[in-house]
């Protein structure tokens, strides 16, 4: 069982299990490199447990043990960033966040609306960039489906929507940063990393 939610803390017993996710997600067969990224975040200690599983509990804020990167060559060049969350005497992944570099140059920035009861949200921001984004079902749909705001990994997280076309020098930077969907009724879990590469080639191209 591989769902993005594990009994350990430590990196080197979880971060290759992600790895296989996010390879699985991309349908690559070779093993990705990627870097850990430490918090200093003392693991396993009783009162942080304890401490934990009442946030938890209560939704409050969750404690981060450490980062997960991945810098991806193809399709195109583009960062991957798994936060490992402690959940009780072990963790799971708590956002993730997908960035890339479009070369098309945007005025101001531009962003999706929170999800809508009805309908499909929409791009806002820079009147132009938006005007294209919006004219592309495709794209809302993607984003849309992306962009989670809650998930069921680790018995149910929830976060603010954040998918954002950010203005850069010669061009601007897609980022996206989601939750893992669980898959397999709950044995198993995925990012979607396939579909954000997608996205950004709609983007580009309508932009």
Known sequence: MNNLAYGKHTAEDVAPKVEEIIRKDLGLSLEM????????????????????AANFFFGGKE???FK???????PRPASILVNMNRQGVGCHAG??????????PISSEV???EPKTFGTSKFK??????????NNKDILKGADKLARVKS?????????????????TGGCNLVVITLAR???????????AKDFFSLAAMIEAAL
């Open 63 to 65: 404690t981060l043990l």
């Open 152 to 168: 069921d990994v680790a018995g149910g997280l929830r976060m603010d929507r954040y998918f954002k076309v950010i203005p850069s």
């Open 111 to 113: 962003s999706l609306e």
């Open 95 to 104: 956002s993730i966040t997908f960035s890339t570099f479009i070369n098309k």
């Open 33 to 52: 490199p990627y870097i850990v990224e430490e918090t200093g975040v003392e693991a396993g200690t009783l009162n942080a447990i304890a401490k934990d």
């Open 125 to 134: 921001g820079d009147a132009d960039a938006s005007t294209k984004l919006n």
């Open 68 to 74: 997960i990167r991945f810098d991806v060559t193809s």
């Open 182 to 192: 669980a898959t397999s009724m709950g044995i198993g879990a995925t990012t979607d």
